[in-house]
């Protein structure tokens, strides 16, 4: 259980080293660099949100993940509202796996920004 635990902590901490190990892990399954990089940033997602709430909670002291769950969704919405106005008709299978990706490019982008702030205002408290 312990072991569990402690990989668990890695993902959360290391979405881009997790995204990476994936990565190599499915193209040695599939031999299909495209279908490996789906099934790692489909995976990926997932720890990248636990991720942004915990740099923020390192940042911040506090926990936003009930607002982290909210843009989440609201992403979601407007992604299905675009997808609609645009295409005119909606396929859900596609439109959760695009929206599901979206959020991994918008939440990747968000903790790497975060992270270069985390670190700026740590050494600035320092000095």
Not at 56 to 76: T, V
Not at 113 to 121: D, F, Q
């Amino acid at each position: 259980m312990t072991l569990f635990i402690y990989l668990f902590a890695v993902l959360i901490a290391a979405p881009m080293v997790t995204l990476f190990a994936l990565y190599w892990l499915f193209k040695g399954i599939f031999k299909e660099a495209k279908k490996a990089l789906h099934w790692s940033v489909d995976i990926t997602t997932f720890f990248t949100i636990l991720s942004v709430d915990v740099v923020m909670y390192g940042i911040w002291h506090h926990h936003f993940f009930g607002r982290i769950l909210f843009a989440f969704i609201l992403i979601a919405f407007l992604f299905t509202g675009l997808n609609w106005i645009f295409k005119d008709n909606i396929q859900p299978k596609k439109l959760i796996r695009g929206a599901w990706r979206f959020n991994f490019l918008i939440f990747m982008s968000l903790y790497i920004v975060l992270i270069i702030y985390g670190l700026i205002s740590g050494i600035a408290n320092q000095i």
